[in-house]
């Protein structure tokens, strides 16, 4: 069949889906400097496809404008054309970043961390996923048979993730049924969000060409486990790593004791943002190890902020695999917004120059409220309404945005939260597992 190759310019918006517009391969230079014509009411789709109140209307006029450093190609050698999408920005017709531009908004929290400490971020995604339909095997958590039986898709999802520049960590076969989870090496800065955004997108079209549907929903059924984004992060300086410190309690050097307490301290109100969802709230109950409280856990897997385990025992060794977890994160947020959001609390923590948090040695889920407040710790929204609503109160997160972002964002999940009305808890599962 004769064919003209096009690339995708992609954005992952606010809904934490990846929408965008094609153009002719041979165009690149030119859409390169001048993008493609974009509209800011598209903030306003939501994940249903529904169109939320837009302070914009109709009018105003934006640029997405691909980053020729973010250019995926794949070809899966079997017979469907290669797959091309790159990752774009979105600018104002004067060549600003946009204020709901969500990469820019990563962007810009990077450079508050890098101008606060002169470190660089460097993160990891780890995501969950199940396939829709399931497969013919039951009782498979870690089994080599529901390895086995996926195995052919997990060497292509892997060869795709390898041509588009990532380095595959790891494939498993999950606890839940028919959920696996796949991991990525570390990148830095805005890198990191954008293999997130990729691997999401070439694990969903590997999935395709072997007749499944992966899906990364927060949670398909509340009588089994989530799907959880956890995403790792250490710091980088010019002279090395600066996430540990030997001597600094749990071996958290200064900078990572004061961003881990700033994580922790405005975590309520940055809920919103990285697990955004009606269903996220079924996800992030206790004993479902993902994330309930404001805590700071080591090797404690219902912790929401994890020092992670290191092998090495030499001391530069333990400080390039030194790295923190944040586990309340889930695929409906997009990986820029989310990271935005822990890193603009991270800095907060340092500018407040909050002290190391202690480490829980205990469940959380046994206190009473007042036992939980004598300790510092609160119990995480139960639901995207409180979790909004601890969001728009909370003027110093609001204030890491756009002056319009609050408002916008509001309106946005309102009217997600609107198109799941009348629908039990099963439904609403239902609803978002054909959007994730
Ligand atoms: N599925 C859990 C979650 O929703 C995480 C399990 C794990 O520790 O990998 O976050
Ligand atoms: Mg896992």
């Not at 249903?48 to 250019?71: C, K, M, N, R, W």
């Not at 996800?283 to 993902?290: D, G, I």
Request: proline content about 5%; some cysteine; charged content about 20%.
């Amino acid at each position: 069949m004769i064919r003209k190759p096009m690339i995708f310019a992609a954005t992952s918006d606010l809904s934490g889906k990846t929408r965008g517009k094609a153009f002719p391969a041979d165009q690149l230079n030119k859409r390169c400097e001048r993008g493609m014509g974009w509209v800011p009411t598209n903030v306003q789709i939501t994940c249903f496809d529904t169109i939320a109140d837009s302070p914009f209307g109709s009018f105003g006029d934006l640029a997405l404008v691909p980053d020729q450093s973010a250019d995926v190609s794949v070809d899966f050698e079997d017979g469907t054309p290669p797959e091309r999408f790159m990752l774009s920005d979105i600018h104002t017709l004067d060549g600003k970043p946009w204020g709901f531009c969500t990469r820019s908004i990563l962007r810009a929290a990077l450079s508050r961390l890098k101008d606060l400490t002169g470190a660089r971020l460097l993160a990891a995604f780890e995501h969950e996923f199940q396939f829709a339909a399931g497969s013919t095997l039951l009782h498979q958590g870690f089994g080599l048979q529901g390895h086995a039986e996926y195995s052919g898709f997990a060497e292509t999802l892997l060869a795709a993730l390898e041509q588009a520049s990532l380095t595959p960590d790891s494939f498993i076969c999950e606890y839940g049924p028919d959920q696996f989870e796949v991991t990525v090496a570390p990148e830095e800065g805005v890198k990191a969000a954008d293999a997130a955004v990729i691997t999401r997108e070439l694990a969903r079209m590997t999935a395709r060409r072997f007749e499944q549907t992966a899906t990364f929903t927060p949670i398909r059924d509340v009588s089994s486990v989530g799907n959880g984004v956890h995403i790792h992060m250490s710091f980088m300086g010019d002279n090395g790593p600066l996430t540990y410190d030997a001597a600094g309690s749990h071996g958290l050097s200064p900078l990572t004791a004061s961003f881990a307490a700033g994580v922790l301290k405005y975590m309520d109100s940055i809920l919103a943002l990285t697990a955004p969802s009606v269903i996220s709230y079924e996800r992030l109950t206790p004993h479902r190890w993902s994330a309930a409280y404001n805590n700071l856990g080591l090797q404690d897997r219902e912790a929401s902020l994890r020092i992670c385990p290191v092998t090495a025992t030499e001391p530069d060794a333990i400080a390039r695999q030194f790295n923190i977890e944040y586990r309340a994160a889930d695929a409906a947020a997009s990986p820029y917004l989310s990271l935005a959001a822990i890193v603009h609390a991270g800095c907060q923590g340092i500018e407040e120059e909050l002290a190391a948090p202690q480490v829980t040695e205990e469940d959380l889920s046994l206190l009473n409220a007042e036992e939980l407040g004598r300790k510092g710790f609160v119990r995480l929204p139960a639901t995207l309404e409180d979790a909004l609503e601890r969001f728009a109160r909370n003027d110093i997160v609001t204030g890491w945005f756009d002056p319009e972002f609050a408002s916008v964002y509001l309106a946005h999940k309102k009217a997600e939260a609107a198109f799941l009305e009348g629908r039990d808890t099963a439904q609403k599962c239902a609803a978002y597992e054909d959007v994730y």
